[in-house]
């Protein structure tokens, strides 16, 4: 299994969309991270981009993020990447917590950008 988390100076980025990178980290069936890498995120907004599929193909089933629109959630879904919303901290320790159980979808997308409704890359969530 491999858990992708949006990434900014090794915390959660609470935008999907706009992270520095994706940290990837791989579970082996013990539920231990054997492995972490960095992908570099997509210039632009995430959400219109290809990031999805290559999360997808790099083997990501799973996505722990801050915040994230309702548009992003369905781009990740329709690739099979099931996503929890409303992760802060650490990455790692939020994988780890993941793995234990602890971690809970909030349920919260992100529509609080700017008070029009709109987010940066200029589309309607």
Known sequence: ???????????VDDHFGHCAYYTLFTVDDDKNITDTETLPSPQGCGCKSNIASVLKEKGVTVMLA?????????????????????????VRKIAEGYLKGFILDSGIGCHHHQEDGEHQCGHQH
């Open 1 to 11: 299994m491999k858990i992708a988390v949006p990434t900014r100076e090794n915390v």
């Open 66 to 90: 801050g915040s994230m629109g309702d548009g992003a959630l369905k781009v990740l879904s329709d690739q099979g990447i099931k996503v929890f919303r409303g992760c802060k901290g650490d």
